[in-house]
Each structure stands twice: as C-alpha cells, then as structure tokens.
C-alpha cells in the first residue's frame, strides 16, 4: 500500500477509548529521541497519567545528533539539555522523573542488534515489567529516519521476551514520506482522542526549547522542528498502529 493511502487510513482509524486500546496493565513509551515521546504520544501519557495508568518512558538515544556543530553546547552539555527537556515535558503531562529512563545510545546510530541493542532490550523489558505492562508504544518502523527505524526494532525484540504485551506504532517522521513509497498492508489499529490534554501536549513540545527555537544559535547545520510539523502533532487525536508480531 502506498504511503499516502496508508496514512489516510490510518487518519480514519475508529477513535477509541484508552482502555479499549490497552485493556489492562500500563504502558511502556519508546521515545527514539527526546521529544518523540511529546510529538507522538503526549496526548497518550497525559491520559494515562489522569486516569492512573502507570506509565514508563524509555529515550533510547542521547540526543546529541541535533546540533552537531555547537561549540556553545558540546555532546555532554547537549545530552544533558535535552534530558533536562525530556524531564520537563514529562512533568506537563503528569509524568514524574523517576518513571523516565535515558539509554544514551548514540544519535543516528542507535543499534538494532549486537550488545548494545541487547542491553537496550533489556532495558525496555524491564520497564515493561515495573508498570506491568499490557502495552508497549514505539515510532513506526517505516519513519524515515535510522534511529525510529531501531527503535521500532528493539520495541519488537522486547515484545518477544514479555509475551502477552501489545505494540503500537505511532507515526512522527512517517508523515513526510514520499506519496509514492511502499508500506506494506492497509493500517490497523485506533486513534486516541487528546483534545483536553492539547495544552498539556503543547507544553510538552514547547519544554523542548532546543528543537523549537533558537536556543542553540550557533550551529548552522543544527536542527528544528518546522511550524508545518508541530502543527501536525496538535490534533485532537492521536494515531496508534498495531504491530503484528
């Protein structure tokens, strides 16, 4: 199915209730970089959070590929920023920091496989495991972009260690695909209605100072999140695709 088909599927989607989506248990966020986890899901987590659903977010890579060539901020103090965004944007949405966990794998090189994908893994599983888990939610694994693609491949490998566990894949870089690029069968899955939690999920984005604005002014090459994208993630619903395992 082509890209543009796929996603107007997937845009009509039935609107469920969360505890339609996710019977029972709470649910585990695979965030490939910090601000996924608000662009994708916050509508999710702020949900989950008014109604007592525990919810773990996992950021699997440090974050750092953003402004490579900021001499203001350097890999340590660049990872250490959007780590203290990521804590901010959860807090908008209820999210304590304790329920967060940082892997630090390497921007634009987050592995799929090998040591430290295994860890990683692991890592998700464990969190799965501490909320009991009945769903885990990841980047859709045709977004064009390395690291969603890896995450999308980790969240699956978790899945296949915790056993009866869901995944949904949630669209971010996907939405710019190609009309024309094949995807595979038609979306199933729902759509999660967000309108109250929108100035939540506004926040959120918004806490990510160093993705929206110029904060970091000092890397020509350096990375934003274009208005025609942030409009995007501020509808009233939110979009999750079921993965077959």
Same mark, same amino acid.
């Given at each position: 199915?082509?890209?543009?088909?796929?996603?107007?599927?997937?845009?009509?989607?039935?609107?469920?209730?969360?505890?339609?989506?996710?019977? /029972?248990?709470?649910?585990? %966020?695979?965030?490939?970089?910090?601000?996924?986890?608000?662009?994708?899901?916050?509508?999710?987590?702020?949900?989950?959070?008014?109604?007592?659903? +525990?919810?773990?977010?996992? %950021?699997?890579?440090?974050?750092?590929?953003?402004?490579?060539?900021?001499?203001?901020? +350097?890999?340590?103090?660049?990872?250490?920023?959007?780590? /203290?965004? !990521?804590?901010?944007?959860?807090?908008?949405?209820?999210?304590?920091?304790?329920?967060? @966990? #940082?892997?630090?794998?390497? =921007?634009?090189?987050?592995?799929?496989?090998?040591?430290?994908?295994?860890?990683? %893994?692991?890592?998700? $599983?464990?969190?799965?495991?501490?909320?009991?888990?009945? $769903?885990? #939610?990841?980047?859709?694994?045709?977004?064009?972009?390395?690291?969603?693609?890896?995450?999308?491949?980790?969240?699956?490998?978790?899945?296949?260690?915790?056993?009866?566990?869901?995944? *949904?894949? *949630?669209? %971010?870089?996907?939405? !710019?695909?190609? +009309?024309? @690029?094949?995807?595979?069968?038609? +979306?199933?899955?729902?759509?999660?209605?967000?309108?109250?939690?929108?100035?939540?999920?506004?926040?959120?984005?918004?806490?990510?100072?160093?993705? !929206? !604005? =110029?904060?970091? $002014?000092?890397?020509? $090459?350096? #990375?934003?999140?274009?208005?025609?994208?942030?409009?995007? #993630?501020?509808? /009233?619903?939110?979009?999750?695709?079921?993965?077959?395992?």
């Amino acid at each position: 199915m082509r890209a543009d088909a796929f996603l107007a599927a997937a845009e009509a989607l039935p609107v469920r209730d969360l505890r339609a989506i996710v019977p /029972a248990g709470g649910i585990v %966020v695979v965030a490939p970089h910090p601000d996924d986890e608000s662009l994708g899901c916050g509508g999710l987590i702020a949900e989950a959070c008014a109604r007592a659903v +525990p919810v773990r977010l996992v %950021v699997v890579s440090d974050g750092v590929g953003s402004h490579p060539n900021s001499a203001s901020h +350097p890999p340590g103090r660049l990872r250490a920023l959007r780590e /203290a965004e !990521t804590l901010a944007a959860a807090d908008a949405l209820g999210l304590p920091a304790g329920s967060v @966990t #940082f892997l630090r794998l390497p =921007d634009r090189f987050v592995p799929a496989s090998g040591p430290g994908a295994e860890a990683a %893994v692991a890592c998700i $599983a464990e969190a799965a495991r501490a909320c009991g888990a009945g $769903a885990l #939610f990841v980047t859709w694994a045709h977004d064009p972009h390395c690291d969603h693609a890896a995450s999308a491949a980790l969240a699956r490998q978790a899945q296949a260690l915790l056993g009866d566990v869901s995944l *949904y894949a *949630y669209p %971010v870089w996907g939405w !710019t695909l190609p +009309p024309e @690029t094949e995807v595979g069968a038609a +979306p199933r899955g729902a759509r999660l209605g967000v309108a109250r939690h929108l100035p939540a999920k506004a926040a959120a984005i918004a806490a990510h100072r160093s993705q !929206t !604005t =110029d904060l970091i $002014a000092d890397d020509p $090459a350096g #990375f934003r999140l274009e208005p025609a994208m942030l409009a995007r #993630f501020a509808r /009233a619903h939110e979009i999750f695709l079921e993965v077959v395992p």
